[in-house]
Structure formats: structure tokens, C-alpha cells
């Protein structure tokens, strides 16, 4: 059997800026395959490649696949749907594959815009794709699918039937991702010149953010064995020359044994890499001691989900810190030599010029070395978007990307939102650029964040950072066009009686439920106890100066 993957071609200017990263669902879902006997794999990486329609759809003809895969999240889902187009274009025999978490939860509209996918898999997807490859290879997909958990289709009648939720991978040490199915030129990580990898780690997470869904799409957060992950690096960095990775999870740090089980794996092999995360403040402040022992282990960057500017956006998107939290945690990853990076979410209903400069005031007070302004971008399947409610009229979803503003706030333009966005960072930039990069005295990170600046340069110069080609200067007059699909932006009645005008966007939110391993709390975690002895040196002498 010929299994085609196929990674939708969808470009924002946001995370892309710093490179290419690997698609993480290819190496994992393959992998899985191949393990089940089904070596005949080839994966088209349409978003590095930056491939039309037309060429994917000529790739699909020659490769004469029997099953075609493609994923997606919610800015790429039209044309994760393309490919399922194109697919029974070229053939209607094909069997068409979508995977991800936009149409987990949003998959009656999927399967009503896009009938030519016979099957959405549902949530984590290693051991379903498995299941569903089986069956179509039996040539009883058909009679069997009703009885396959986690997948929707369209059934016999014509109607859209999901299948109950297939239960989590409880032991993610059983993961067999393949590395190989990757061009590996292609993903190049601008700031280091390096290969680039994004494996996982852990899966899911234990808080319950309101503008977040991954914890509901993981359904229960599990990590795996440091050695076995660490195996993983090894592999990357001997056989495929990976010179930096980006842990894909959402909070690594949560589980303080493994994380720093993790760190000393990684001192004990020395291997020659260096790595980033995402993580919360509190597991900053928590692990202040132990910052330069995660820095000799190769942690030289870290994204902290500050989020906000108020007091007020932190309670109501259940952050769970403080102002004053955030701009402590800062402190300690730049004293330790760890690049700091800070989240900012802006557009929401009450946001006006002012506020958005008490942002920019506070970022510049605070002073981590880089900042990240994200548009705030209201999932579908998100409690902050049920909020919301009839606030939220436009449906395109290729714009649901973090750099356009999809909420228009009660006193200013969404144009306007965006305008501000761009000045603060224009600002913050210029200033970095011209009295802090060049001066930073720590070697690595000197480096580092001049490699950062010139991605940022790149993609300025090319109007890709922040999809910037959008803003134009007319008669000395900034006019910003938002793009939006006008078919796609629903009227005040639509919205205000979607379950009975429009049901087929609304989201499924019974994904999972207990039975099949849902747990939206962490009560259920006691990461309390600590071994000590699983730390050799914390000496601070002992800090990577690469």
C-alpha cells in the first residue's frame, strides 16, 4: 500500500520566520505506520516547498497513492481540505485522510465543505491511523469503520457520524517516531544556521487556559521516560545532524523529576545540541536554583506565556501568575544566560490605543530579549471563543492565524489593532537592534540574538513577517487590508442562532469525555516529591558558554 503524507501549504509570518520546522506529525504517524508494516511512505512538505495546488495535485498523479494524509490546525484547514479535493480528483478510489486539531472538534463542518474525505481521525492519531490503514488495506474499511474508535465520516445516509473517542496512549515510551521520512535541508533554523527538530515529549496539559484547546485535544497530560526521549535526540543529532530542537509540548516543565531527569541525560551524553521551550512562569520561579544546570544542558531559550499586560486579561484567560511573576522570571532566565522571550496577547473586545501602549510600556520595562505581539485568535473550540459569542462574525478561518485581528474591539478599528501591534514591534526591535544585541557580553547569546534579528531582517524585507505585504502606504496614508473571505464572514442572526442557521460549525465538545481518558484537571498530579540525587552538579561554574 502507498501512503502519501502531505503537509498543507499555509504561511501566516509568524513562528516561520525563525525557518522551516518539522511538521512533528509525519514522523510520529509514520512511524507508527512503518511499524505496522507499511514501509511504501513518501511525505510532500507543501509549506516548505511553498507549493501551489496545481503542483500538489501533480504529485498526487505521479506518486499514484492509495491513501493520501494531511493535517491541519485552524488557519490551515481550506487548504488541508485542497488536498483532499485534489486527491479524488486524480482518483476518487484514493482514500483521503485528515488529521489534527481543527477538525477533531470542528469536523462536521470539514466533512460538509469537504465531502472528499472519507475519514477524520480524531485526537491523537498514532494508533488510530494504524487501526483505519488495516482496514483499508483489508479492503473493509467500509463495513468496518462504525466499529473503528476515533474517526468521523459520512455515513451511508449521507450523514455526518463520529465514532466514540479512541483512549490516549497511556505509555508515550511506545512511540516509534521515523525521522527519516524528512528532507532534512529544508529545515533550517535561521537564527543557529542548524537543522532543526520538534519531537515531543510530553503530550497535553494540566491547566485549562481559556484562548487554549490543546489540553482538550491531548485529553490528559503524560510525559515520557527521559531516556527513551533522550534516545530520540541522539538519533537526531548523529544521524541527521540536528543542531537545535523545540520541545512541541505545551508546559515541559510541569513534571520537575523528568524535566530535570531530561537535562542531566542530555549532560551525561554530551551531545552537541542546543534547545528551546515554552513553559509557564511559576516553573521559572519554582527552579530559580536550578537555571544554570539547565542551561549546561543545552536550554538557552525559553518562550514564557506572560500573555498579558492586566491583572485582568491574566484572571480571565486563567493564567494563573502576576505582572509582577512575569517580569521576575525574566530576571532569572537572562541572569542565568538563558534568552527570554515574552508573549503579549492583543485584540481583544475592550483594547484601545491606550492599551495597547501600556503593553509596549510594560514590555520595555520588563526588558526580555525578545518579544512576541500575538493577535488574539479565538479557536472555535476554545471556552474564551464560547464567550465571546456573537462577537465573533468572521468565520474565515485561514486568517484564525495570531497576526489578524479576528475580534473588532469596542473602540477601535481592527485595522488600527494591527497598526499598533506593528509600531510596538518596530520599536522594540530598533532599539534591541541598536543598543542591546551587539553589546550582549555572553557569547551564545550574543550569537543567538543577531541570528534572531537577522530572521526578523529576512522576512521583513521579503513582507513576510506579520503577512506585513497586507499594509501599504497610500497618499502617506497606512491602509492595512485584513483579507478577509466575505462569503465566510456570517450575519448578526447567523451567529446569534448558529446551532439551527449553521450547525455545521459548531463545535464538537464532547471530545472524549472520561470513559476514553479525559481529564481537564491536574488535581489528579503530585509533583511534590523531588529526588535531589538526580542532579550531579548544580554548580553554577558549570553554565554552557557555546
Known amino acids: 500500500m502507498k501512503i502519501l503524507m502531505v503537509q498543507p501549504n499555509y504561511h501566516s509570518g509568524g513562528a516561520e520566520i525563525a525557518g522551516n520546522w518539522t511538521p512533528s506529525w509525519v514522523a510520529y504517524i509514520g512511524g507508527a505506520l512503518k511499524q505496522a508494516g507499511y514501509t511504501q511512505i513518501r511525505f510532500v512538505d507543501a509549506m516548505a516547498d511553498d507549493l501551489p495546488d496545481e503542483t500538489i495535485e501533480e504529485i498526487i498523479r505521479k506518486n499514484e497513492p492509495d491513501v493520501v494524509m494531511t493535517t491541519n490546525i485552524t488557519p490551515s484547514i481550506f487548504k488541508a481540505q485542497d488536498i483532499m479535493k485534489a486527491a479524488k480528483k486524480v482518483n476518487p478510489r484514493i482514500r483521503t485522510i485528515m488529521g489534527g486539531i481543527h477538525s477533531t472538534f470542528m469536523y462536521p463542518q470539514v466533512l460538509s465543505e469537504a465531502p472528499e474525505t472519507d475519514y477524520v481521525i480524531r485526537g491523537e492519531g498514532e494508533e488510530i491511523a494504524v487501526n483505519l490503514i488495516k482496514a483499508i488495506d483489508a479492503g473493509t474499511d467500509l463495513q468496518d469503520r462504525e466499529n473503528i474508535t476515533g474517526i468521523a465520516y459520512i455515513n451511508e445516509e449521507g450523514k455526518v457520524h463520529a465514532t466514540p473517542a479512541h483512549p490516549v496512549i497511556e505509555d508515550l515510551d511506545t512511540l516509534t517516531p521515523d525521522w527519516s521520512l524528512y528532507e532534512w ?18 503530550r497535553g496539559c494540566p491547566f485549562t487556559c481559556t484562548f487554549c484547546s490543546q489540553w482538550q485535544f491531548w485529553r490528559r497530560y503524560r510525559a515520557r521516560s527521559p531516556k527513551h526521549f533522550v534516545d530520540e535526540i541522539e538519533i537526531l543529532v548523529k544521524k541527521y545532524n540536528v543542531g537545535f530542537f523545540i520541545l512541541a509540548d505545551e508546559e515541559p516543565t510541569i513534571n520537575k523529576q523528568k524535566f530535570v531527569s531530561l537535562c542531566q541525560e542530555l549532560i551525561d551524553r554530551k551531545l552537541d545540541i542546543t534547545w528551546g521551550i515554552n513553559t509557564r512562569v511559576t516553573d521559572i520561579m519554582r527552579d530559580a536554583d536550578l537555571l544554570p544546570f539547565y ?8 518562550s514564557l506565556g506572560t500573555e498579558a499586560a492586566s491583572q485582568m486579561n491574566l484572571n480571565r484567560f486563567r493564567k494563573e501568575t502576576t505582572i509582577d511573576e ?3 522570571a525574566i530576571k532569572l532566565l537572562q541572569k542565568n544566560g538563558i534568552v527570554a522571550e515574552a508573549q503579549f496577547v492583543m ?8 492599551t495597547i501602549e501600556e503593553t509596549y510600556q510594560l514590555c520595555k520595562d520588563w526588558d526580555p530579549d525578545m518579544a512576541n505581539w500575538t493577535i488574539y485568535t479565538p479557536w472555535p473550540f476554545s471556552d474564551l471563543f464560547k464567550e465571546l459569542g456573537d462577537r465573533v462574525e468572521v ?11 479576528i475580534i473588532k474591539p469596542d473602540n477601535m478599528e481592527r485595522e488600527d489593532v494591527l497598526k499598533g501591534v506593528l509600531k510596538s514591534y518596530g520599536r522594540f526591535y530598533a532599539r534591541k537592534t541598536f543598543f542591546s544585541y ?14 534572531c534579528l537577522k530572521a526578523f531582517a529576512q522576512t521583513t524585507l521579503t513582507k513576510r513577517f506579520y503577512d506585513i505585504d497586507r499594509v501599504k502606504t ?16 456570517l450575519t448578526q442572526d447567523e451567529v446569534k442562532n448558529l446551532k439551527e442557521l449553521r450547525p455545521e460549525m459548531v463545535a464538537d465538545m464532547s471530545f472524549g469525555l472520561k470513559e476514553a481518558g479525559y481529564q481537564r484537571e491536574h488535581d489528579e498530579h503530585d509533583w511534590d516529591e523531588f529526588d535531589e540525587s538526580t542532579i550531579k552538579d548544580r554548580n553554577s561554574s558549570t553554565v554552557r558558554n557555546c
Open 295 to 302: 542551561r549546561k544542558a543545552g536550554l538557552v531559550h525559553v
Open 395 to 405: 468565520r474565515d478561518y485561514s486568517r484564525y492565524n495570531f497576526v489578524s485581528p
Open 185 to 202: 535541508d529544508k529545515y533550517i533554523y535561521t537564527p543557529l544556521n542548524c537543522r532543526l527538530a520538534v519531537p515531543n515529549f510530553a
Open 347 to 354: 485584540g481583544l473586545e475592550h483594547e484601545t490605543p491606550e
Open 326 to 328: 512575569n517580569k521576575y
Open 474 to 489: 497610500k497618499n502617506r496614508k497606512i491602509e492595512v487590508d485584513l483579507g478577509f473571505d466575505k462569503s465566510r464572514i
Open 438 to 451: 551587539p553589546w550582549i557580553k555572553d557569547p551564545y547569546v550574543r550569537k543567538y540574538m543577531l541570528g
